[in-house]
């Protein structure tokens, strides 16, 4: 059963004026206002009583700043004027107390008996909706400073990590934090001399010129303890200054040569940040602002901090890789032969590891004197690209040395001997390698007695620019036949080397890569050997080297050179190419050359063996 249509009774009405959930204010034709309900009266802290009778536009309406909006401009009047009803959602009220109410309102005509029609407005309070905007775009504010900051973080970061030269590091820095962080900045490091201080960059998009012209030695700190930068400098943290601080006078020369920066490039404030990491101090730099730009903001100088610690952990980093890189340098040089230097022979050696990080690597070259006086070659290539396939390599050289020094074996059996000892008491995995005796009289003729065990094979590049690979003697990786129990061997090659003729050993490293084949690597060493076939011995190995620009892999390069035909016979007077003067090698000058001192270079072909089989000299 259902309740009587009661919409007519005034209780009824009344109810609903006095308990609806918006204000409501009412007005007659000329928009004064006649009626307000209890909701309207708290939203603007005016009792009802006060408002009756006055026009509530000049009473109530105001904009964002409480000033008046001129009558023709107010929405909610057009009402009155057309009779279209209107809605908005960026209009305010004046309260009682002086503030202002955002509201979102709806007007429509009022219909009064016998009467114009009046305005009826229905508002409600919008300001909790309009502090949540404002909370919104100031966190979106503060995201994308937070994102430009991050944006810069990860820029510097990237130029911090792309180099390991210091020096250009700092220069790229200086220049990336103008001008968003900076008008002008300058960089200053600590030399690794007592209180030595150097500046290294100084940057300004304004007077480029007078940037350069700052750079330079600065005055020690030991004359200038007090000063901004030397804090910085001392580990103090970070420092700040502003007009007030820069206007003071020069008390340490430090100091003065610091504001020297801002008597050529202005500024009014600037932040001096240590480059530092855990251990040290390494250096500063300086961001200054000019002109209109605002001061730093904590923000902005936290920002900065943390710039000057990725950057003093980046030079940290380099220093420990530079010493890292020069320890392993310095043994490899160790491990590495120096080349003898034999009459009228040359010899030339160059070496470079696959990583660059630890400048070390399996593979090696050695040439030594026997104790026949015949001079080795060797060319080896252990697996492996570190520090334990350098250490396998030298256990193998040295194998090698003994086995060879004493016996007057061909290379086959030497080979094998070998191949059981790295088997039998050594744990060093594979290796190849070409082991190859230079045998000939005084003066010549030469030969090239030589054993394979599955190395690329020697190239014999000819005076002319001929060349062709000497395929012979080809045998099993060493390593692998001892151990397999497979009863495989090595046979001995020989080739008649003629006069000026180089013979170039090499590992696979020269002539391989990812991005290229082995086939396509060794005719190209062909046809580059050819053309260097004239040039001097050492810029024969050096063109060669950079041409091929071999890349990925240990690369070691022996080269033999050999005299005209009758250099160095009993009664020639032609002087040796290189005499009293070592064989370049990259191996440290410290070392002398392995059998040098044992056997003189007067008596190296007088006591070398010439096969039977070689051809008499022509």
Same mark, same amino acid.
């Given at each position: 059963?259902?309740?009587?249509d ?25 928009g ?6 209890p ?28 000033q ?9 009047l057009?009402?009155?004027?057309d009779? $279209? ?33 009046g ?39 990237s ?13 790229k ?36 010129e007078?940037a ?6 600065l ?9 901004d ?11 700040s200054?502003?007009?007030a601080?820069?206007a ?6 430090l100091?003065a ?6 008597d ?14 855990r ?6 730099f ?5 002109g209109d ?35 392993? =340098? ?10 003898p ?27 030594f004197?026997?104790?026949d006086?015949v001079t ?8 492996g ?11 193998v ?5 003994a ?8 290379p086959?059996?030497?080979? $094998? ?14 290796a ?22 599955g ?26 036949s001892?151990?397999?129990?497979? /009863?495989?061997?090595?046979?001995d ?7 000026e003729?180089t013979?170039v050993?090499?590992?696979? /490293? ?28 050492? =810029?024969?190995?050096? =063109? ?16 033999? $050179? ?15 190419p ?5 064989a ?14 044992a056997?003189?270079?007067e008596?190296?072909f007088t ?6 089989d ?5």
């Amino acid at each position: 059963m259902s309740g009587a249509d009661r919409t007519g009774e005034p209780g009824v009405l009344r109810a609903v004026f006095d308990g609806l959930g918006a204000g409501i204010y009412a007005t007659d034709a000329t928009g004064r206002l006649i009626a307000a309900n209890p909701r309207a009266e708290r939203m603007v802290a005016r009792p009802a009583a006060r408002m009756l009778g006055h026009d509530m536009h000049d009473l109530l309406h105001r904009d964002a700043d409480g000033q008046r909006i001129p009558r023709e401009n107010c929405r909610m009047l057009q009402v009155l004027a057309d009779g $279209r009803p209107r809605e908005g959602g960026d209009e305010y009220l004046l309260r009682g107390d002086g503030t202002t109410l955002p509201v979102i309102w709806s007007a429509a005509l009022l219909e009064l008996p016998g009467e114009p029609p009046g305005l009826v407005l229905a508002f409600h309070d919008f300001s909790v909706r309009r502090a949540a905007e404002r909370q919104t775009a100031a966190y979106l504010q503060a995201l994308e400073a937070l994102t430009a900051r991050l944006t810069v973080v990860s820029e510097v970061s990237s130029v911090l990590i792309s180099s390991l030269d210091i020096p250009r590091m700092l220069r790229k820095l200086g220049r990336m934090l103008v001008p968003d962080l900076a008008d002008w900045t300058a960089v200053d490091v600590l030399t690794g001399q007592p209180d030595e201080v150097l500046r290294i960059a100084v940057h300004s998009a304004a007077d480029p010129e007078a940037a350069g012209e700052l750079e330079g030695p600065l005055p020690s700190l030991a004359e200038s303890a007090g000063a901004d930068l030397v804090r910085a400098l001392r580990g103090a943290g970070t420092v700040s200054l502003d007009a007030a601080d820069l206007a003071r006078e020069p008390d340490t020369p430090l100091t003065a040569a610091h504001r020297g920066l801002f008597d050529r490039l202005g500024g009014h404030s600037a932040v001096v940040v240590p480059l530092h990491s855990r251990r040290r101090v390494f250096g500063a730099f300086t961001v200054a602002r000019t002109g209109d730009s605002p001061p730093y903001t904590e923000d902005e100088m936290m920002m900065l901090a943390d710039i000057g610690r990725r950057a003093g952990l980046a030079m940290d980093n380099a220093r420990l890789f530079d010493q890292q890189r020069h320890v392993a =340098e310095t043994m490899q040089r160790q491990l590495l032969t120096p080349l003898p230097q034999v009459d009228h022979l040359q010899m030339a050696a160059r070496y470079r590891p696959a990583q660059v990080a630890a400048e070390i690597g399996g593979d090696w070259y050695d040439a030594f004197l026997l104790e026949d006086g015949v001079t080795t070659m060797v060319i080896g290539d252990v697996v492996g690209h570190d520090l334990q396939a350098a250490a396998h390599m030298a256990e193998v050289r040295n194998m090698l040395r003994a086995l060879a020094w004493d016996r007057r074996e061909p290379p086959s059996l030497i080979m $094998r001997r070998l191949d059981e000892a790295m088997t039998n008491t050594s744990d060093a995995p594979m290796a190849t390698m070409v082991f190859a005796r230079i045998e000939g009289r005084e003066g010549g003729p030469w030969r090239l007695h030589w054993v394979n065990a599955g190395h690329p094979p020697p190239l014999l590049v000819e005076a002319g620019g001929g060349t062709r690979f000497l395929e012979a003697g080809h045998g099993p990786l060493l390593g692998m036949s001892a151990t397999l129990n497979l /009863g495989l061997h090595w046979p001995d090659a020989y080739e008649d080397l003629p006069p000026e003729a180089t013979v170039v050993f090499y590992t696979d /490293g020269l002539v391989e890569s990812r991005t290229r084949p082995i086939d396509t690597g060794m005719e190209l060493l062909c046809r580059n050997a050819s053309a260097l076939a004239r040039h001097g011995l050492e =810029e024969f190995c050096d =063109e060669l080297l950079e041409r091929l620009d071999p890349r990925g892999d240990d690369v070691a390069l022996l080269a033999l $050179r050999l005299p005209r035909y009758g250099e160095g016979a009993p009664g020639d007077r032609t002087p040796s190419p290189s005499r009293g003067e070592p064989a370049h090698s990259p191996a440290d000058p410290s070392r002398s050359a392995p059998g040098a001192e044992a056997l003189g270079a007067e008596e190296v072909f007088t006591q070398a063996p010439h096969g039977a089989d070689r051809p008499p000299p022509p």
